[in-house]
Nanobody, 127 residues
Framework: QVQLVESGGGLVQAGGSLRLSCAAS????????MGWFRQAPGKEREFVAG????????LYADSVKGRFTISRDNAKGTVYLQMNSLNSEDTAVYYC????????????????????WGQGTQVTVSS
């Protein structure tokens, strides 16, 4: 089991940037793919970005491709989400999550593939 704590959310103007961090504790962090999801009021939780356990593959939702970058530092037990060119549609609570399966070949994107979740961090983009 991996314990996850997100940070870095806040209020930003449209066009601005934020970097989210997710600190993980537990022996399996470096062996599991990590993902970022978000949930806006009245909407379902949706996949934003994912990164393979080794860090050599990433996957993005079409809505954030080219604007967001996911990365990880296994030595620090941390995964990041750099968010640029933010707009009002990016307003949501952002969650990081750890894959249920270790050493998965592909980058998972279904929320049902992830077994550990953080508490979330709010991102609000003002227009």
């Amino acid at each position: 089991q991996v314990q996850l704590v997100e940070s870095g959310g806040g209020l930003v103007q449209a066009g601005g940037s934020l970097r989210l961090s997710c600190a993980a504790s537990g022996r399996t962090f470096s062996n599991a793919a990590m993902g970022w999801f978000r949930q806006a009021p009245g909407k379902e939780r949706e996949f934003v970005a994912g990164i393979r356990w080794s860090g050599d593959r990433t996957l993005y939702a079409d809505s954030v491709k080219g604007r967001f970058t996911i990365s990880r530092d296994n030595a620090k037990g941390t995964v990041y989400l750099q968010m640029n060119s933010l707009n009002s549609e990016d307003t949501a609570v952002y969650y990081c999550a750890a894959d249920r399966q270790l050493y998965r070949t592909m980058v998972p994107r279904s929320r049902f593939d992830f077994g550990s979740w953080g508490q979330g961090t709010q991102v609000t983009v003002s227009s």
